[in-house]
């Protein structure tokens, strides 16, 4: 005997089907979040394994003081000469650290003229980023003979790009540290007479 279903009896089966499956997927769903609401609770619960805090490291500008306080300013001079390490020097002027004005004074007279040009240029580069670190490097500098971070050469704009150029005039205008004032109008003097004398 073959059961023929109508289209009506078909369609209202088949709601009344859905009606009793209903509740139970109401009833899973509902354990399922409440499952993972309650493993969340459990876990935000637990104590955190105690995480260790991170050693402190130790900046070139800080490593390089404490080997001149250590060995003296020509011992440490003579071992950045001997491991060809001048480039601890270029990253305290690269990454502006505290100490760059004492690391640039105390070693910079005793570099080559080669290593000399190196940190005077390194020194231009970041002028824009690090304007108060390398203009008070500047300061010691200025009376040492052959000094490479003199104004006239450190703020000089042969040879820079237009948008160095740009960038280092908006970073001096906006520096507003008195004890630099004159330094930072010096600056800005010496970049406008090289621009102007380069054309």
Known sequence: MTL?????????????????????????LTLLIGCTLGLIVL????????????AKTVTSSEHLMNMIKESGVRQTARELDKAHDWSQVRKVITTGQDNTREV?????????????????????????????????????TDATPGG?????????AAGMSHAWQSRTREALSNLHDVRLASRVNDCLNALRQSNHNSF
Not at 12 to 27: A, F, H, I, N, Q
Not at 119 to 136: D, W
Not at 148 to 156: D, I, S, W
């Open 4 to 28: 023929t279903l109508s289209k009506t009896k078909f369609k209202k089966y088949t709601s009344e089907k859905r009606r009793r499956m209903k509740p139970g997927r109401t009833l899973a």
């Open 43 to 54: 876990t935000s619960r637990e104590k955190p394994a105690d995480i260790p805090a991170p």
């Open 104 to 140: 640039v004074a105390a070693l910079l007279p005793l570099a080559d003229q080669a290593t000399n040009r190196s940190l005077l240029q390194t020194a231009r580069y970041n002028l824009p980023r690090h304007p108060v670190q390398i203009l008070s490097a500047s300061e010691y």
């Open 148 to 156: 490479a971070f003199r104004l006239e050469g450190l703020c000089n």
